[in-house]
């Protein structure tokens, strides 16, 4: 059983490009978190999915931030026309369900974006 | 402010002794997560407690969960070189307005362990 996985690793765009994160959640899982961490810093909330759903975009930022998980294939958090301040490393979790006691998550081991 | 907040931000020891960290939370919580980052590396999940349970061990890990006193501690005996982390705990205990809990993390204890 594959943990989260997330590609790519490392992503390095222009500024003003635009950068696709994606993330494979654990078998059988069906709710993906995507967290942010700028260096020296802690985890980020941005946004929660279930499959097709987004249930909570909170931490998000409204614009240019974009995130998906459709019913077949990965999690896709989008960000378009990429600043500097965007660098940053780009976490993703799963878990199995969200209320009650299985609210154990997992993690990807990060997408690392830099904007140059 | 974030949900959980962990105590002390930084901390420095000599190899072999105690490491102790806090954290503290504000909402009721079904269980918390404690994790491990290496400098430049994923999230390493160490252990999770339920919110009726009040201690958990794992290897030198001992966790503490007081929900009256909505904390938890960490605390990793005889420490090692190798332990030297950001340790960060997470909960699920945030709600959105749908209902919907989320997994929200403090922002870390940086921890130095010495040889």
């Known amino acids: 059983n594959a943990g989260v996985m997330q590609n790519p690793r490392h992503l390095v765009r222009r500024r003003g490009q635009e950068a696709r994160l994606r993330c494979s959640p654990m078998?059988?899982?069906?709710?993906v978190y995507w967290y942010r961490q700028l260096p020296e810093e802690g985890l980020k909330f941005m946004v929660y999915?279930?499959?097709?759903?987004?249930?909570?975009e909170s931490g998000m930022p409204k614009e240019r931030f974009s995130a998906e998980f459709p019913k077949e294939g990965p999690s896709i958090l989008r960000i378009q026309q990429v600043v500097r301040g965007d660098s940053a490393a780009y976490f993703c979790?799963?878990?199995?369900?969200?209320?009650?006691?299985?609210?154990?998550?997992?993690f990807g081991q990060g997408t690392r974006l830099t904007v140059v | 402010s974030q949900q959980g907040e962990e105590d002390p931000q930084a901390l420095s020891i000599q190899e072999g002794e105690n490491a102790t960290m806090n954290c503290s939370y504000k909402t009721s919580i079904n269980n918390l997560q404690w994790y491990r980052q290496n400098s430049g590396r994923g999230l390493v999940h160490l252990i999770l407690?339920?919110?009726?349970?009040r201690e958990k061990h794992s290897g030198r890990l001992r966790v503490t969960l007081d929900t009256s006193k909505k904390s938890s501690s960490l605390l990793i005996t005889a420490s090692r070189a190798a332990d030297t982390a950001s340790y960060f705990c997470a909960t699920d205990g945030e709600r959105n307005s749908g209902g919907y809990q989320k997994v929200t993390f403090g922002t870390g204890t940086k921890l130095q362990v010495i040889p």
């Open positions: 078998k059988g899982h069906s709710h």
């Open positions: 407690i339920r919110s009726n349970e």
């Open positions: 979790a799963s878990s199995l369900a969200t209320v009650g006691r299985n609210t154990e998550a997992f």
């Open positions: 999915l279930q499959k097709e759903n987004i249930i909570d």
